[in-house]
């Protein structure tokens, strides 16, 4: 399997940690979506979305959409990441939505402004409800983890990877402070420990 990806992303990242959990290869291509490397005629043909994550399969199919992936890895290789009650995986699915929804744009987004110099003067007026939303988010996920190891009780699936990605790296960018949520700390902490754990920065 070859990941097209950009190391920094928080997306591409949820691929490279679930393949470090299942013990997957998967080889690295890797893109700098600053200088345009996704909306280059060779990566449309591939993706036409123009994003990464894509996951090319041996077989030549093309996977986009980081959450679409990682399903499709989890229950490829029959993962207990994915939960079989239906309920419980209604709950991972909410997750997943959730965080494309209600954590990506307000989080990986504004962090990508900050860090990667793409503010505009939109930008600048909308960032003070994103950090709003950003910290609702985060509140929302400390809340769930009070009472809980992990997003979906005391098991880790799909839903912590998912959304470990860039929640651990909220802060970068200067908005966000993660010591305002104590049980996301630990949770993020007792995900580091994991033996399979790998960092954002590793190929
Ligand atoms: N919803 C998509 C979002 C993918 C996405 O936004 N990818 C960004 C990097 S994290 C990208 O490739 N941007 C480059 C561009 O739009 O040109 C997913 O979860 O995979």
Redesign the pocket.
């Known amino acids: 399997m070859i990941l097209h990806d950009?190391l920094p992303?928080?997306?591409?990242y949820k691929i490279r940690l679930l393949c470090a959990c299942l013990g997957l290869k998967v080889s690295l291509k890797e893109y700098d979506?600053t200088k345009?490397e996704?909306?280059t005629d060779e990566f449309l043909a591939l993706s036409p979305n123009?994003?990464?994550?894509v996951l090319e399969l041996d077989n030549g199919e093309v996977l986009?959409?980081?959450?679409a992936i990682l399903l499709y890895l989890a229950e490829k290789h029959q993962s207990p990441l994915l939960p079989s009650d239906l309920i419980q995986k209604a709950a991972l699915y909410k997750w997943l939505f959730w965080e494309?929804y209600s954590h990506?744009p307000n989080i990986?987004a504004v962090r990508?402004w900050l860090t990667h110099n793409a503010m505009t003067p939109l930008k600048e007026q909308m960032l003070p409800e994103r950090i709003q939303q950003g910290n609702a988010a985060l509140q929302l996920m400390d809340d769930t983890l009070r009472h809980h190891t992990f997003l979906i009780g005391d098991a880790i699936s799909l839903a912590d990877i998912c959304l470990f990605a860039y929640t651990h790296v909220a802060e970068e960018g200067g908005v966000y402070t993660l010591s305002d949520f104590p049980n996301v700390q630990r949770w993020i902490k007792t995900i580091e420990s994991q033996s399979w754990f790998i960092p954002i920065s590793q190929r």
């Open positions: 950009f992303s928080g997306n591409g979506i345009g996704t909306r123009g994003k990464i994550p986009s959409e980081s959450n494309q990506e990986a990508f």
